[in-house]
T-cell receptor, first 114, second 112 residues
Framework: QQQVKQSPQSLIVQKGGISIINCAYE??????FPWYQQFPGKGPALLIA?????SEKKEGRFTISFNKSAKQFSLHIMDSQPGDSATYFC?????????????FGEGTQLTVNP | KAGVTQTPRYLIKTRGQQVTLSCSPISGHRSVSWYQQTPGQGLQFLFEYFSETQRNKGNFPGRFSGRQFSNSRSEMNVSTLELGDSALYLCASTPMGGRGYTFGSGTRLTVV
């Protein structure tokens, strides 16, 4: 019940296109859903996050869509650029008795061709 | 504002040895978490420390341990290294009550 499933494993889009990455979770206790971007040799960097009382959140070219009933959420990257080429991770967390932890999806390797 | 600093960046150890990795969180952040990243298992939670106390632990053997000092700096230790411990070890910090984790660049551990 702690898993977060992410797809696709890899994605190739053309410059200017829309990149869409999907995640599904099982544990309904999750209440915080962030997306991270990771470049080679670097740690993951927080891109955008959403809570389940909101169906959509947009920050610049990045949008999270959240479907609570389906237990799914997705990241949309509009006007994708070669500089967006990186690995993207969805994650989920819940409040525990003390502290919290992130449960990550498997990651999506995004390549944006010029 | 300095980010999360992890040292060393790279480490090569021999099977059976032990290793200590260090993490300095963002100033003011009191919670420090550790994650292991491997191609096969992805990103997995190791443990979380807050105010020098471990308050959350992942599903790793007892060979993996950690501690946090009064200045919030943290160390993790792996004893009796195995080849499968080769991974990128990431430290993340967050302010009290927050879940916007900021990750360091990690320590790449290679066990030979």
């Amino acid at each position: 019940q702690q898993q977060v499933k992410q797809s696709p494993q890899s994605l190739i889009v053309q410059k200017g296109g829309i990149s869409i990455i999907n995640c599904a979770y099982e544990n309904t206790a999750f209440d915080y859903f962030p997306w991270y971007q990771q470049f080679p040799g670097k740690g993951p960097a927080l891109l955008i996050a959403i809570r389940p009382d909101v169906s959509e959140k947009k920050e610049g070219r990045f949008t999270i869509s959240f479907n609570k009933s389906a237990k799914q959420f997705s990241l949309h990257i509009m006007d994708s650029q070669p500089g967006d080429s990186a690995t993207y991770f969805c994650a989920a967390s819940k409040r525990e008795t003390s502290g919290s932890r992130l449960t990550f999806g498997e990651g999506t390797q995004l390549t944006v061709n010029p | 504002k300095a980010g999360v600093t992890q040292t060393p960046r790279y480490l090569i150890k021999t099977r059976g040895q032990q290793v200590t990795l260090s993490c300095s969180p963002i100033s003011g952040h009191r919670s420090v978490s550790w994650y292991q990243q491997t191609p096969g298992q992805g990103l997995q939670f190791l443990f979380e420390y807050f105010s020098e106390t471990q308050r959350n632990k992942g599903n790793f053997p007892g060979r993996f341990s950690g501690r946090q000092f009064s200045n919030s700096r943290s160390e993790m230790n792996v004893s009796t290294l195995e080849l499968g411990d080769s991974a990128l070890y990431l430290c993340a910090s967050t302010p009290m009550g927050g879940r916007g984790y900021t990750f360091g660049s990690g320590t790449r551990l290679t066990v030979v």
